[in-house]
């Protein structure tokens, strides 16, 4: 995600940042205002969908979030009109756009596949649960109203997140020996 953000041109480059860093949805970090801050946490109460302004996707949506210094600094430095990352007219961002103009460009450029904007979610929630973030903090941070929405639909595990229950197969150890029998028990 660092290294997309240092291919972009500002206000691209630190809305990767904010997604990356917040998982929040596209159209809830377009729709931000700068009076959705209070100190260093950030009030998530509206979005912009299809280029309407409205509520959030869902009551667990509407949440607060911490942001670090550092992103928010960052953020800051974007100016202060009513709208955090804005066009040029001072309209919010067209998310389908910026999309397909800035972000897919450097992406491929770098040889990194992307899909979408749901990308940062995704890797945000997988990054989490490796980082044993339990799944309803995850949730919570997400905006889901359902831990099993963010595991089963945003997480995805990969061949690094099956090493270490593997790591035990070849070892000759008692303890592991014992530990492979009784997990067999258990088939």
């Known amino acids: ?3 997309i953000a240092d291919k972009l041109d ?3 480059a630190t ?3 904010l997604l990356a860093s917040l998982g929040l949805r596209i159209g809830e970090a377009v729709g931000l205002k700068w009076t959705d801050f209070e100190g260093n946490l950030l009030h998530i109460s509206r979005r912009i969908y ?3 302004v409205g509520a959030v996707k869902s009551l667990h949506s509407a949440r607060k979030l911490p942001i670090s210094g550092d992103l928010l600094a960052r953020m ?3 100016g202060s009109k009513e709208w955090v990352f804005q066009s040029r007219d001072g309209t ?10 800035h972000l897919r460009p450097a992406a491929k450029a770098l040889g990194i596949p992307i899909g979408g904007w749901h990308d940062f979610r995704h890797s945000l929630t997988t990054a989490m649960r490796r980082n044993g973030v339990h799944p309803k903090v995850i949730s919570g941070i997400l905006g889901h109203a359902k831990v099993a929405l963010a595991m089963d639909v945003y997480d995805h595990a990969n061949v690094e997140d099956f090493q270490q229950p593997l790591s035990f197969v070849g070892k ?8 492979r029998i009784n997990a067999l028990t258990f088939l």
Do not use: H, I, W
């Not at 919010?92 to 103009?101: C, D, E, H, I």
């Not at 000759?172 to 530990?179: A, P």
């Open 1 to 3: 995600m660092r290294a």
């Open 10 to 12: 500002e206000p691209y």
């Open 15 to 17: 809305l990767v940042l």
């Open 50 to 52: 299809d280029g309407d």
């Open 76 to 78: 800051r430095q974007l």
């Open 92 to 101: 919010p961002l067209n998310p389908g756009n910026v999309l397909k103009r």
């Open 172 to 179: 000759t150890d008692k303890v592991s020996c014992r530990f």
